[in-house]
T-cell receptor
């Protein structure tokens, strides 16, 4: 069935360092990949997403890369700051236009700790 | 625009009871999805509603049900509660079925005793 594997489960970095979180998906039909950030006790927030017709997307300090052949995608955070500390979730779904189901398959999450 | 809102934020029930959770999407959003979040299973899709119709359902028992009203607000119901139903229930809205971006509400924390 559909599955998204996410690694690592925890990640600790020094402020200013880069952080990389990797996800692998099983359904080759998946073509939309969002990333969510969830701070303790708060709602998941969409921080960046990528579609399968694009290999990389950047937004200030965050970027996402996609390798369709290998069926994996990664989140890159540069110049990390303490406020980046949170749980990050990757997800995958299949964009079928008007037949979209809205079903996101989530990875298990990565707890990122940025040490000052 | 106001974000997705959910009520109540916290709920304590006992086994065997039933519960109804409510979700109001972002104004103009017509699709609402529900997810269950637990430490062990992570975020799991429950179902999605659009135009008052359930479009897709995850692998949950029939005790979990939902509905959507004409103003796009949605409710989910869990009957005959079990201890394992304790979780954070999140809803997410999107503009329409042709849009991918989903925006989450703060969730309802359900504790079953």
């Amino acid at each position: 069935g559909e599955n998204v594997e996410q690694h690592p489960s925890t990640l600790s970095v020094q402020e200013g360092d880069s952080a990389v979180i990797k996800c692998t998906y099983s359904d080759s039909a998946s073509n939309y990949f969002p990333w969510y950030k969830q701070e303790l006790g708060k709602r998941p927030q969409l921080i960046i997403d990528i579609r399968s017709n694009v290999g990389e997307k950047k937004d200030q300090r965050i970027a996402v890369t996609l390798n369709k052949t290998a069926k994996h995608f990664s989140l890159h955070i540069t110049e990390t700051q303490p406020e980046d500390s949170a749980v990050y979730f990757c997800a995958a779904t299949t964009d079928l236009g008007s037949s979209n189901t809205g079903k996101l398959i989530f990875g298990q999450g990565t707890t990122l700790q940025v040490k000052p | 625009k106001a974000g997705v809102t959910q009520t109540p934020r916290y709920l304590i029930k006992t086994r065997g009871q039933q519960v109804t959770l409510s979700c109001s999407p972002i104004s103009g959003h017509r699709s609402v999805s529900w997810y269950q979040q637990t430490p062990g299973q992570g975020l799991q899709f429950l179902f999605e509603y659009f135009s008052e119709t359930q479009r897709n359902k995850g692998n949950f028992p029939g005790r979990f049900s939902g509905r959507q009203f004409s103003n796009s607000r949605s409710e989910m119901n869990v009957s005959t509660l079990e201890l394992g139903d304790s979780a954070l229930y999140l809803c997410a809205s999107r503009m329409g079925v042709e849009y991918n971006e989903q925006f989450f509400g703060p969730g309802t924390r359900l504790t079953v005793l």
